[in-house]
Every structure is written in C-alpha cells, then in structure tokens.
C-alpha cells in the first residue's frame, strides 16, 4: 500500500544531542514537508521541498535542518538550537506544487528528558 | 471558532445529530481550503476540500460550506457517530508563487456522546 512512513513513533532525547526523524513515502509525490505540532494547537511549517535536492524554511525553521537527496526521503533533524525540541512532528506529502491535499504520515512524538 | 493558548474550542453532540465546525481563515487570496481530521496520537486525515470557485461541497455525511465574503469555512457532520470523535483542523493555501504551503487553523475538539 502507498503512504508514509514516520520512524521512530516515540523518541527521547537527552539536552544537547541532535536527533533525526525519518520520513519515507511510496507515493511518488514531488513535495514534502514537516509540521511540528503543539498541545492544542495547529501545525506549523518547518521546511518543506518541492523537488530533489532543494528546500526551503517554512515559518520555524531555527534548530531544525532537513535533506532531500532522494525524492522518496525527507529527514528532519531537531539539533541542540532548537530551544524547545519536545513536540509532535508530523511528514507529510504532496504530487506536486499547488496539487491539492496534504498526505500525512502518523507523526513522531520528541521528547527531550 | 479560534482560540489563543493551548486551550482547544470545543464541541460536543449527541451521537446522531448534527454538529457544525466552524473556521475563520486568515487570507483572502486563499484560493484552496481543506478539513482534516485528527485522532488522539495520529496523523492528520483528508475529509474534504473546496476550491474558491465554489461556496459548498457534499462528501459522504460532510459538506464544507465556503463565505469569502467574511472569510469564514464551516464543516457540517450529519448524524455523528463515536468514531467522529476528534480535533477537526480546517487549513487554507494563500497563492504563494510556485509552492503549496497550507496554513493551518488552531484546530477543533469535536466529543460525540453516547
């Protein structure tokens, strides 16, 4: 079956150390993006790419950063800048640029000890 | 409705009515809205969507009304069931060029009673 694949589903992580969260899709869509969401709150956009090899911040990208060397894979790596790492990441998906709706993988929950 | 804080607006219904989510969107270029719904500990899921070319929708026992007048989305859910239980999130896509970068509303607690 096609969809996306978040790993791990739960992490804990010590102050100081970066972490790395996988996002891996099957769908072959072009664009990909990661959320971070809040308690009671939306989600808001950390990067996202829209092609191989290129990305671009979205609206919290400081102490995260992101590669896209295969169009399949998006990691996000939460580094020891990011102020307030303990959240809910989300992944999600999209056939392109203006294509419509968002495919979300089942998110990976940080928590910093 | 929106809310400021980590206090979610809520709603509850009896199993079998209808209830109504509604969204105030941010930006009125938006020309694309979509309703996700999310469950405790899960991903985000796709319910409907509307194009701004248009002021209502019907799927299977949801429509999606549009007013760009006032900039205002409502989801309505015809006799709600247990398993509609959980945060509706309504998300708008301002036009920026060459990139699709939904914006997200603070999301709504939707409680079904049995």
């Known amino acids: 079956d096609g969809g996306i694949t978040q790993s791990p589903k739960y992490l804990f992580r010590k102050e100081g150390q970066n972490v790395t969260l996988s996002c891996e899709q099957n769908l072959n869509h072009d664009a990909m993006y990661w959320y971070r969401q809040d308690p009671g709150q939306g989600l808001r956009l950390i990067y996202y790419s829209q092609i191989v090899n290129d990305f671009q911040k979205g609206d919290i990208a400081e102490g995260y950063s992101v590669s896209r060397e295969k169009k399949e894979s998006f990691p996000l790596t939460v580094t020891s800048a990011q102020k307030n790492p303990t959240a809910f990441y989300l992944c999600?998906?999209?056939?392109?640029?203006?294509?419509?709706?968002?495919?979300f993988g089942e998110g990976s929950r940080l928590t910093v000890l | 409705g929106e809310s400021v804080g980590l206090h979610l607006p809520t709603l509850s219904v009896q199993e079998g009515d209808n209830s109504i989510i509604n969204c105030a969107y941010s930006n009125s270029a938006s020309d694309y809205f979509i309703w996700y719904k999310q469950e405790s500990g899960k991903g985000p899921q796709f319910i409907i969507d509307?194009?701004?070319?248009?002021d209502k929708r019907q799927g299977q026992r949801v429509t999606v009304l549009l007013n760009k007048t006032v900039k205002h989305l409502s989801l309505q859910i015809a006799a709600t069931q247990p398993g509609d239980s959980a945060v509706y999130f309504c998300?708008?896509?301002?036009?920026?060029?060459?990139?699709?970068?939904?914006?997200f509303g603070q999301g709504t607690r939707l409680t079904i009673n049995p």
């Open positions: 509307i194009r701004s070319n248009m």
């Open positions: 999600a998906s999209a056939r392109g640029a203006r294509a419509g709706e968002l495919f």
């Open positions: 998300a708008e896509n301002p036009p920026i060029q060459g990139a699709q970068k939904l914006v």
